[in-house]
């Protein structure tokens, strides 16, 4: 095999095949390489990747094809297998194929095929986050594919062929780049990296094929020092693009050029013969597999995301290479313009000053030029203040960037991804890589098909949002979604294609099969609210089979509880969106009936933990009882029903003192207790002989939590008054191990509250407090303050518009007056 790193600096072009070796997504390397193919005028052009992705290459030319994008291959028969080959503007791998595209000149991929990889993925996958080559040789001089996560959490690996009989690669692995500039006396291979290559101004008359001269020689000193590195892998990859340079050069000679990993220059510029690379690629297995470009983003180009050949800075490095000229200065405007957009002031001064520093700080450290720690470090200093807070923002729209590639729709795709994205194009939910808020108004048409598109993908599997708390009505009709498309979503939808292809039909489907195969309540009844929020009507029947035999079966209390809630937020969804829910309705009246006899002897003998989740699920039932749907008979009678089981709870002794509390609380909210009642239990809660744990647990359910309990202590002070007084006699050794729970319970007031309870303590009982005599309700003073009243009228008649100005004096004859006093 003849092939070698083109020619020697300043000589003319040296004779084919040009072995042009590069790093993975470095703008430098890119542009080495267009100047490189430009001198060189090859009649072909391989590039490392996968051969099954020649038909796709066209597609690079097509003017709606915007980087970054990546190839994803994935098995026919299982697309949860599947590895990306991305690609950036800036990556070398772009360039050359663009250039081969626009020159009209011969370009194909001559890496292992996905169809070995991925069968090798198979047999030994990695374990590492998403699985892509890491930072040995794939990762800083090369690239492999990256692999998709399986379901258990561990990789695919990085998608290269492992030949039989060859262990998996030992834990220590080479990273060239680091072992170049540890050379070079460099702490930091990145710093080294942008000095000697980035920093490459191209000035008209350098030889383009120094580059690849002077970092051809050194990975040979690399592979002969280090042989494959770790990664014996890489063997069989090596003999397959042998065999394909070999070929090429059969058809053109030697004009071809070769854009590859670095690491592999050496061993395809070796002397070997084709039966050896052909033992090495002998009984390789092998699945079927399908190919398509999918959009990319910069940040899953970073090396953060767990991508083994990525970068630090995907946006820097498209900065670099993009920029005309005078790289740092353009970057300080972009840098001042994303602050000026954040609201802070960033003047033109500020980048001058920022740019002087950025060059100051180059010459000191005996750079050629600023490179990203400079500037990083004259943003921080000029423009953020000292600050990290502005900078980390700075690192995340500009340094890694939310860049979010496109493809034409000639891509081949599965029928589920073209119904997907004719969906988004009707509905005008454009996929974006930037994380963005979405409201949604049910009662809207568009709207309401957006939130149904959501929750269908949701159940397919497809995260693309999530829904959020909505930062303006609390109604149902109301959703708040949040959306960021990442490249990995392409393979959900190719592995939920199995389902259907449609979104509509797959998602039926999948309900339909998670209803078959659901063992617990709970399950089931979230089943049936997505199912219903997604407006699966197709799919609500075999949910609602499923339901019924799983209810009538259960006998657990707890889990009937659990279930509960999540059947009455569907019917209330139901009503909203149109949705017919009778049957739905019966199944939840029946479980809520089941509830109210089960439930009394489920509250018995239960320890602290035990009644504190018993206390939380009885909240939800009490919400859930309210929501179910409105007769004659049902609900009326089930909502007295409950009534008298939180009355039971109450007054049972052997229930936890926590769900005493909580059911006597609402009993109090809904208005069948008196107030007067409600101090008897409490005062029997909190007297002597009743321990001080058991007495700190009831309080706990009466006015702990959510429950606004902290407001009703501050308008009802007799209440207050009992707290107080049982507070001040528990006993010194017995008071320690109270505190922590009444601390937990105050603590969960508003700090307003805990004040104007502080302030009521401290004044202790007054002559105004509700005890007093004459008190018109209680913890209101005693009679009516004529004054305090008459100067909320003008407010209140603002308010209500009423007929009389702010000024005029009403007659006590005025409805409103009344009201007001």
């Given at each position: 095999?003849?092939g070698?790193?083109p020619?020697?600096?300043?000589?003319?072009?040296?004779?084919?095949?040009w072995?042009?070796?590069?790093r993975h997504?470095?703008?430098?390397?890119?542009?080495?390489?267009?100047a490189a193919l430009?001198?060189?005028?090859?009649?072909?052009?391989?590039?490392e990747?996968?051969?099954?992705?020649?038909?796709l290459?066209?597609?690079a030319?097509?003017?709606?094809m915007?980087?970054p994008?990546a190839l994803?291959?994935?098995?026919?028969d299982?697309?949860?297998?599947?590895a990306?080959?991305?690609?950036?503007?800036?990556?070398?791998e772009?360039?050359?194929?663009?250039?081969?595209?626009?020159?009209g000149?011969?370009?194909?991929?001559?890496?292992?095929?996905?169809?070995?990889?991925?069968a090798?993925?198979?047999?030994?996958?990695?374990t590492e986050?998403l699985?892509p080559?890491?930072?040995g040789p794939?990762?800083?001089?090369?690239?492999?594919?990256e692999g998709?996560?399986n379901?258990?959490?561990?990789?695919?690996?990085?998608?290269?062929?492992?030949?039989?009989g060859?262990?998996a690669?030992?834990?220590?692995?080479?990273d060239p780049?680091?072992?170049?500039?540890?050379?070079?006396?460099?702490?930091?291979?990145?710093?080294?990296?942008e000095?000697?290559?980035e920093?490459?101004?191209g000035?008209?008359?350098d030889?383009p094929?120094?580059?690849?001269?002077?970092?051809?020689?050194?990975?040979t000193a690399?592979r002969?020092?280090?042989?494959?590195g770790?990664h014996?892998?890489?063997?069989?990859r090596e003999?397959?693009?042998?065999?394909?340079?070999?070929?090429?050069?059969r058809?053109?000679g030697?004009?071809?050029?070769?854009v590859?990993?670095?690491w592999h220059?050496?061993?395809l510029?070796a002397?070997?013969?084709v039966?050896?690379?052909?033992a090495?690629?002998?009984?390789l297995?092998?699945?079927?597999?399908?190919?398509?470009w999918?959009?990319?983003t910069?940040?899953?180009?970073?090396?953060?995301?767990?991508?083994?050949?990525?970068i630090?800075?995907?946006?820097w490095?498209g900065?670099?290479?993009s920029?005309?000229?005078?790289?740092?200065?353009?970057?300080m405007?972009?840098?001042?313009g994303?602050?000026?957009?954040?609201?802070?002031?960033?003047?033109?001064?500020?980048?001058i000053?920022?740019?002087?520093?950025?060059?100051?700080?180059a010459?000191?450290r005996?750079?050629?030029?600023?490179g990203?720690?400079?500037?990083?470090?004259?943003?921080?200093a000029?423009m953020?203040?000292g600050s990290?807070?502005?900078?980390?923002?700075?690192r995340?729209?500009?340094?890694?960037?939310?860049?979010?590639?496109?493809?034409?729709?000639?891509?081949?795709?599965?029928?589920l991804?073209?119904?997907?994205?004719?969906?988004q194009?009707?509905l005008?939910?454009?996929p974006?890589?930037?994380?963005?808020e979405?409201e949604?108004?049910?009662?809207?048409e568009?709207?309401a098909?957006?939130?149904?598109?959501l929750?269908?993908?949701?159940?397919?599997g497809?995260?693309w949002?999530?829904?959020?708390v909505s930062?303006g009505?609390?109604?149902?009709f109301?959703?708040s979604?949040r959306?960021?498309?990442?490249p990995?979503?392409s393979?959900?939808?190719?592995?939920?294609?199995?389902?259907?292809?449609?979104?509509?039909?797959?998602?039926t489907a999948?309900?339909?099969s998670?209803a078959?195969?659901?063992t617990?309540?709970?399950?089931?009844?979230?089943?049936?609210?997505?199912?219903l929020l997604?407006?699966?009507t197709?799919?609500l029947?075999?949910?609602?089979?499923a339901?019924?035999?799983?209810?009538a079966?259960d006998t657990?209390?707890?889990?009937?509880?659990?279930?509960?809630p999540a059947?009455a937020?569907?019917?209330r969804?139901?009503d909203?969106?149109g949705?017919?829910t009778?049957?739905?309705?019966?199944v939840?009246t029946?479980?809520?009936?089941?509830?109210?006899?089960?439930?009394?002897?489920?509250c018995?003998?239960?320890?602290?933990?035990g009644?504190t989740?018993?206390?939380r699920?009885i909240?939800?039932?009490?919400?859930?009882?309210?929501?179910?749907?409105?007769s004659?008979?049902?609900?009326?009678t089930?909502r007295d029903r409950?009534?008298?089981?939180?009355v039971?709870l109450?007054?049972?002794?052997s229930?936890?003192g926590?769900i005493?509390?909580r059911?006597?609380?609402?009993?109090?909210?809904?208005g069948r207790?008196?107030d007067s009642?409600?101090?008897r239990h409490?005062?029997?809660a909190?007297s002597?002989g009743?321990p001080?744990?058991?007495?700190a647990a009831?309080?706990?359910?009466?006015?702990?939590?959510?429950?606004?309990?902290?407001?009703l202590?501050?308008?009802?002070?007799?209440?207050?008054?009992?707290?107080?007084?049982?507070?001040?006699g528990?006993?010194?050794?017995?008071?320690?191990?109270?505190?922590?729970?009444l601390r937990?319970?105050?603590?969960?007031?508003?700090?307003?509250v805990?004040?104007t309870?502080g302030?009521?303590v401290?004044?202790g009982?007054?002559?105004t407090?509700?005890?007093?005599?004459?008190?018109?309700a209680?913890?209101?003073?005693?009679?009516?303050?004529q004054?305090?009243?008459?100067?909320?009228?003008?407010l209140?008649?603002?308010l209500l518009g009423?007929?009389?100005?702010?000024?005029a004096?009403p007659e006590?004859?005025?409805?409103?007056?009344?009201a007001?006093?």
């Open positions: 095999m003849t070698r790193p020619g020697t600096p300043g000589a003319a072009p040296p004779p084919g095949p072995l042009l070796g590069v997504h470095g703008p430098g390397s890119a542009r080495a390489v267009r430009a001198a060189a005028r090859p009649r072909a052009v391989l590039i990747g996968p051969p099954e992705a020649d038909a290459l066209a597609l030319a097509d003017p709606e915007r980087p994008v994803l291959a994935h098995v026919v299982d697309p949860r297998r599947a990306f080959w991305p690609m950036a503007e800036f990556s070398p772009w360039v050359a194929l663009r250039w081969a595209l626009d020159e000149v011969e370009v194909r991929f001559i890496d292992l095929p996905a169809s070995h990889s991925l090798s993925a198979e047999n030994g996958p990695e986050p699985g080559t890491d930072n794939d990762g800083a001089a090369d690239r492999g594919p998709e996560r379901g258990d959490g561990t990789g695919e690996g990085d998608g290269e062929g492992n030949p039989e060859v262990p690669a030992p834990a220590l692995r080479v780049i680091g072992v170049l500039a540890e050379t070079a006396g460099y702490d930091d291979p990145e710093a080294w990296w000095d000697v290559v920093h490459r101004d000035t008209p008359g030889d094929y120094g580059p690849f001269t002077v970092l051809g020689e050194a990975m690399l002969e020092a280090y042989g494959d770790g014996p892998r890489d063997a069989v003999a397959y693009m042998r065999i394909q340079l070999r070929g090429a050069r058809e053109f030697d004009d071809v050029a070769v590859c990993g670095a220059v050496p061993a510029a002397r070997t013969t039966a050896a690379d052909r090495l690629l002998k009984g297995p092998k699945v079927k597999t399908e190919l398509t999918v959009p990319w910069h940040r899953r180009l970073a090396r953060r995301s767990g991508y083994g050949a990525g630090d800075s995907p946006g490095y900065h670099l290479f920029a005309p000229d005078r790289p740092v200065e353009r970057w405007t972009k840098v001042a994303l602050l000026r957009e954040e609201d802070r002031q960033v003047s033109s001064a500020h980048v000053e920022a740019v002087r520093l950025a060059g100051t700080l010459a000191m005996g750079r050629p030029l600023p990203l720690t400079e500037t990083t470090d004259a943003v921080r000029v953020c203040e990290d807070v502005p900078l980390a923002l700075v995340d729209r500009l340094v890694v960037g939310d860049v979010l590639g496109e493809v034409p729709d000639a891509a081949p795709a599965v029928p991804q073209r119904d997907l994205t004719r969906a194009r009707t005008r939910l454009k974006e890589a930037l994380e963005r979405l949604l108004d049910l009662r809207k568009t709207d098909a957006r939130s149904r598109l929750h269908r993908l949701g159940l397919l497809v995260g949002g999530g829904q959020s930062r009505s609390t109604g149902t109301r959703e979604w959306l960021r498309w990442e990995e979503l393979v959900r939808v190719a592995e939920a294609g199995v389902w259907g292809t449609t979104v509509l039909a797959a998602a999948r309900a339909e998670e078959a195969g659901a617990v309540l709970g399950e089931i009844t979230a089943l049936a609210e997505r199912c997604a407006e699966l197709d799919a029947p075999v949910v609602m089979r339901l019924a035999d799983r209810a079966l657990d209390v707890a889990h009937l509880a659990q279930a509960l059947l937020r569907t019917l969804y139901g909203v969106r949705t017919g009778a049957a739905l309705g019966e939840a029946g479980l809520a009936e089941r509830i109210c006899v089960g439930l009394p002897p489920a018995t003998g239960l320890d602290a933990d009644a989740a018993m206390r699920r909240d939800d039932v009490h919400t859930a009882m309210a929501l179910l749907p409105q004659t008979e049902g609900p009326a089930l409950w009534a008298s089981v939180l039971r109450a007054g049972r002794d229930v936890a926590e005493r509390g059911a006597v609380r609402l009993l109090l909210d809904e207790l008196a009642e409600a101090e409490m005062g029997l909190l002597v009743t001080p744990g058991e007495a009831w309080i706990e359910g009466f006015v702990g939590g959510a429950s606004g309990g902290g407001m202590l501050v308008h009802d002070e007799r209440l207050l008054a009992l707290v107080d007084t049982w507070l001040t528990v006993p010194a050794d017995a008071f320690t191990d109270v505190l922590p729970l937990r319970t105050f603590s969960a007031y508003e700090p307003g805990r004040r309870l302030e009521l401290r004044r009982p007054g002559t407090g509700p005890a007093a005599a004459g008190a018109a209680p913890g209101f003073g005693a009679g009516l303050d004054d305090r009243a008459d100067a909320m009228e003008p209140l008649r603002l009423g007929a009389h100005g702010p000024g004096r006590h004859s005025d409805p409103l007056a009344g007001a006093k």
